[in-house]
């Protein structure tokens, strides 16, 4: 039986800079080797290793080429159904990694999210299948 987990790992977007078409792009590190803390339902926080052998599996890497950009975190995986609704932008396509950090660059395409970059309001981005704003 196959388990689908969702999992949020967070980066800052420094060096953000306007692209010709006036969105904002800025390096990013999606996520990284270690251990990581993970908040539970009922509150408590439970810590879980993320290993090379699993953080730079081709699979998994596949996952963030190209993935969405959201505003905090959805309730729901983003879908064609619902992408106008929570998408704010998207990851490259391009996914580097040394040997303990997943790299890329990422667009940021709504202009309330953009001001808020801009701004200092949302330093950080956050990624997984979905890739989420702070």
């Given at each position: 039986?196959?388990?689908?987990v969702?999992?949020?790992?967070y980066?800052?977007?420094?060096?953000?800079?306007?692209t010709p078409?006036?969105?904002?792009?800025?390096?990013?590190?999606?996520?990284?080797v270690?251990v990581?803390?993970?908040?539970?339902?009922?509150?408590?926080?439970r810590?879980e290793?993320?290993?090379?052998?699993?953080v730079?599996?081709?699979?998994s890497?596949?996952?963030?080429?190209?993935?969405?950009?959201?505003?905090?975190?959805?309730e729901?995986?983003?879908?064609?159904?619902?992408v106008?609704?929570?998408?704010?932008?998207?990851?490259?396509?391009n996914?580097e990694h040394?040997?303990?950090l997943?790299?890329?660059?990422?667009?940021?395409m709504?202009?309330?999210?953009i001001?808020?970059?801009?701004n200092?309001?949302?330093?950080?981005l956050?990624?997984?299948t979905?890739v989420?704003?702070?």
């Open positions: 039986m196959s388990i689908k969702r999992r949020f790992d980066s800052s977007l420094e060096g953000a800079q306007r078409q006036g969105f904002l792009k800025a390096p990013a590190v999606l996520t990284r270690g990581f803390k993970y908040r539970q339902k009922d509150g408590t926080i810590r290793a993320r290993l090379p052998e699993e730079f599996k081709a699979e890497l596949a996952t963030l080429s190209m993935a969405p950009l959201t505003n905090e975190h959805p729901s995986a983003v879908t064609p159904d619902n106008k609704e929570l998408s704010i932008g998207t990851v490259g396509e996914i040394d040997d303990r997943v790299k890329s660059s990422v667009i940021v709504q202009k309330d999210s001001a808020e970059v801009e200092g309001e949302k330093v950080e956050s990624c997984g979905i989420t704003g702070k």
